[in-house]
């Protein structure tokens, strides 16, 4: 069924009543699990994402160079490797069916998450080490990406792992399709579901209050005149969700003080 975009044009408000530059609830807490190193649970809209991290461990070797624990994919011994694992439950979606983690959709939001990290972490530090990072897609109403990046980057807040910034994700789209091809066209911020299926759409994510970009992945097909506007909502979003996350992190950080003062 067709995104009805009438009322935006009318009223300037979109279906769930957010106005174009308006971020959705978000919600965080940090140390979830008190068996992992570091966890966390996030909630952007009713997308909803659980994170563990697990190390650095490191990786040992038998006699005969072979892996005995850790990850085959240590990526040299100079460095420790960012191992993702991402599982989505059944019932996260509308269609209620189960996704397999050899899915072509759940390798590649690994591999983006892993390289992401991989990059902003200090690996350097943690020679001949392993990084693992499990994530539990519980609900998905749009921007799972994003959902998962800010997870991880509270999670390993948590766990320790010390990094360049926060690396904070969000999505921005543009209120008509790629075939309508509309002009005055505007971007929207942080689309949920329903808007990702019919209006095209970009995740981003950047390191700290900087505009340095360092994750950037589009799927939809949109005119070129828009992406810029697209690009530069959804830098002004990552800088309010990082906001939000050093505010989580603080709060965190303020109750382990006063628990030790105790």
């Given at each position: ?34 068996a ?11 997308t ?12 040992r070797?038998g006699?005969a ?15 420790a ?11 996260s ?25 991989s ?11 392993t ?28 766990a ?35 808007e990702e299926?019919?209006?095209p ?14 994750v950037?992945v ?8 828009r ?17 939000i ?18």
């Open positions: 069924m067709p995104l009805d975009t009438s009322t935006y044009s009318l009223a300037l408000l979109r279906l769930d009543g957010r106005r174009w530059n308006e971020l959705r609830r978000m919600h965080a807490q940090i140390s979830t699990q008190a992992a190193d570091g966890s966390s649970y996030l909630e952007m809209g009713n909803k994402v659980i994170c563990t991290v697990s190390g650095p461990v490191e990786v070797r006699a160079g072979a892996v005995v624990s850790g990850s085959a994919g240590s990526g040299g011994d100079e460095k490797s960012v191992v993702v694992e991402v599982s989505v439950a059944g019932f979606g509308v269609d209620r069916k189960r996704i397999l983690r050899t899915d072509k959709r759940i390798s590649e939001l690994q591999q983006t998450i892993s390289s992401a990290f990059s902003t972490l200090f690996t350097h530090l943690y020679p001949r080490s990084i693992s990072v499990s994530l539990h897609v519980l609900a998905q109403d749009g921007a799972v990406l994003a959902a998962c990046l800010n997870a991880c980057t509270l999670a390993l807040v948590d320790g792992i010390p990094s360049s910034d926060y690396l904070v994700a969000c999505t921005a789209g543009s209120t008509s399709s790629y075939a309508s091809d509309d002009e005055a066209a505007d971007p929207l911020l942080d689309l949920n579901g329903i299926q019919e209006l759409f970009l995740t981003a994510a950047t390191l700290g209050e900087t505009d340095k970009v360092s950037l589009m799927e939809t097909r949109v005119q070129v005149q992406v810029e506007g697209m690009l530069a909502v959804a830098i002004d979003g990552c800088k309010q969700v990082r906001e996350l050093d505010g989580v992190v603080r709060e965190h950080g303020k109750r382990m003080l006063e628990s030790v003062v105790r």
